[in-house]
């Protein structure tokens, strides 16, 4: 399986910065690169994305539910399609704490991205109190049921599901490989469940939380990972180019 790559910029770069890491990147790419690559950047600089060599997407880090509307400084899916936006990254646990998003929430939010062709990047996982309190299989499962409650199994090549343990995200400390597995194994095992065990096997996983170019190989190599969301480290294109290739 081919892997996949998504870079979260989160509220970094300025326009000018990303011309800079554009050009720093396009420079750079490995003639020879056999991923998928993406990288989501800020809505302001969505219009950018053109610069960007063809074999990188762009992809947005959010985006609103609703179609069109009264919701002021919001942003829909026809507005990131027009601008060639190919990925939207959905129930990060950033959106999930300080912009109260809830399950239901991310549930309408994919379904509107699945019926303008974007494809998904859904983000779970649970905090360090949930792990301790050994509750990680039940929030996995609770966030990924109500997730996809109401999509169709062919409607899943659509989305990615990325396992960030919010513990992970931004703190330096990557989840160990068996704690990775395992989450890795009740995602499927739901997915089994619910859909099939085609649909199961098939069913594209990444991980994310301070992986960078030190820990991407051994991450990679984690059974049933497909690739990785890379927040910080994706922040310099020298170092996410060493994590692509
Ligand atoms: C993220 O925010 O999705 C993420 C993985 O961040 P970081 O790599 O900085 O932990």
């Not at 343990?165 to 194994?185: F, H, L, N, Q």
Request: proline letters at 2%; charged letters at 25%.
């Amino acid at each position: 399986m081919k892997k996949i790559f998504v870079a979260n910029f989160k509220m970094n770069k300025t326009n000018p910065e990303v011309l800079d890491y554009i050009q720093e990147l396009n420079n750079h790419l490995p003639e020879s690169l056999s991923s998928d690559v993406c990288l989501c950047l800020p809505y302001t600089s969505l219009c950018l994305g053109k610069f960007l060599d063809e074999r990188i997407a762009v992809g947005a880090q959010n985006m609103h539910e609703e179609d069109f509307g009264p919701f002021t400084g919001e942003i829909s899916a026809d507005m990131l399609c027009c601008l060639g936006v190919k990925y939207v990254i959905i129930g990060h646990s950033e959106r999930r704490k300080y912009f109260n998003e809830t399950n239901e929430k991310i549930n309408k939010k994919i379904k509107t991205a699945l019926r303008h062709g974007l494809k998904v990047v859904l983000c779970v996982g649970e905090t360090k109190v949930q792990r301790n309190s050994k509750r990680t299989t039940e929030i996995l499962s609770q966030q990924i049921e109500s997730a996809l409650s109401g999509i169709f199994e062919n409607e899943l090549k659509g989305i990615i599901i990325a396992y960030e343990p919010v513990w992970a995200i931004g703190t330096g400390k990557v989840a160990s490989s068996e704690d990775i597995e395992e989450a890795v194994k009740t995602i499927r095992k739901l997915i089994s469940s619910h859909y099939s065990k085609q649909a199961a096997q098939d069913q594209k996983i990444l991980y994310g939380g301070s992986l960078t170019s030190g820990t991407a190989k051994s991450i990679l190599k984690i059974d049933g990972i497909c690739g990785a969301l890379v927040g910080g480290a994706s922040l310099d294109p020298n170092e996410f180019i060493k994590i692509i290739s």
